[in-house]
């Protein structure tokens, strides 16, 4: 059953004397000849709704051109007038081109995405600006969305945040990775370390300390020890080879006879001289005399100077193999470190290097481990800003599909989504031509006032492109939502105005 009609009056438009079409819920098809009028029709349908009307041309001949209906009536002329309030029905020719949505004719899917994203915007009324996409963001990091971003085209505003916080989102993940990589290497550098064992090193190196003062002790006691065994022996050698010493008595008692013989000769001497004085004559022999004493003194002194040199040298063999007499006589050493304690001294000192070692390299790792929690925690920042700026690169789509405000649509991952008959959730240039015109009315639906008519118009050549069964499934939405449609196509029949009555039945 058709809802109530509406009439609207075309006078001296085009080819147009007089035209009444009647309108209602559903489909109305303006049908006719090629030349008829049909879409001069159309076009004054969607002047009178609020569309362009600088276009109609009026008929030769008259003065002015009118249309009027829903309580308005348009002047054409040499100045465009629009009398009374436009009433009992809601115009969408001024908010949305709904085949243009369905089909924006364009081969370059974002472009379609962006022409239909601006007619569901332009829908709803909906003008976005970089403010409504501050809101994707902790507050305080609100400030990066700034005018920097303002774009004409919400798609493209959103479009250019989105790169953005992609860009920053990859940022933050490259610094987490180069943090978690300095972690990594740190950590790897204190594989093997146990960080529990001992690592103070005050009490490392007094240990160490300690040790190497025990060792150098019990080294300087064996070195000690081992010169006076080598003494020792030195001298029980010396000792065994020098057999019996000189007798010191006979050579003092030959050293009393020559140094008598020395003071005979220098009386002799003397009595030569006296001789020399009293007996001139006897002056040849006493000089001779003289001569042979002489010789005997200087014999006499040189016996009694080598006789000294002995007696020195004995003296000297007398006090050294005393000396080694005693060194012999007190016997070898004994206390020297035995082998074992001197072994044990030694590891205790490599033990304690060992372990002042040790204590270096588990003090490195603990800081190693320290500095790596370091970069882990500023890794975790760095991610948790990515997963912020990943959020709102993802919160765009979000923002447009709340600018958009319909159940039918929304936006994930930049494209426009719409639910098809399945209940699945896909792009809507994806979904058929009848299911996105289905979907189509249902957001227009969804944006309007269920109990006003509302009046739009389809161009003929969107109407003529669609088959029977698209045709039968936009008659049933339109008039289920109380939508009335205007179209037109070609017939060879007088221009008429029919309501569409679908032939085929619609699922």
Known sequence: MLKKAHTISIRDIGPHTSLELQVSPGVNVISGQNESGKSIAVRCVAALAGGDAKSLPIRDGSAAGLVSGFGTTLSIGARNTRAGEFSDADSLEDRINIAALVDPGLKDPAAATKHRTRAL?????????????????????RSEITDDFSAEDPVDLAGKIKRQMEKDARHWKDEAGKQELRAKTLLAATDGVDIEGDHDEDSLRASYTSAVQAKSTLDAKAKRIQQETSTYELA??????????????????????????????EKDEQHADDKVLRIEQELADANRERAIATANTANAARSVRDLLGVIASAEKSHESFASIKKVVDRGAPDGAPEAEEV????????????????????????????????????AAEHNRKAIVYRDAAKGTDTVLSEAVSSPVFRFEGGHLQAEDHTGTWRPYADISEGGRWKLALLAVSSAIDGDSLHLVTIDQTAWDGLDSENRALIARESEEHNIAIVTAECSDEALAVSHFEPEVAVA
């Not at 915007?121 to 990091?141: A, N």
């Not at 029980?236 to 020559?258: I, N, Q, T, W, Y």
Request: net charge negative.
């Open 121 to 141: 915007l332009t829908l709803t009324g909906t003008k976005l600006t970089f403010e409504d996409f501050r809101t994707i963001l902790p507050e305080s990091q």
């Open 236 to 265: 029980k050698a010396e000792l065994a080879k020098a057999g019996d010493l000189p007798d010191m008595d006979v050579l003092h008692r030959g050293l009393d006879e020559r140094e008598a013989e020395h003071s005979q000769a």
């Open 343 to 378: 072994t044990e001294a030694s590891n205790a000192v490599l033990a304690a290097e060992v372990a002042l070692t040790a204590g270096a390299e588990i003090r490195k790792a603990i800081q190693s481990r320290e500095a790596a929690q370091g970069h882990l925690d500023e």
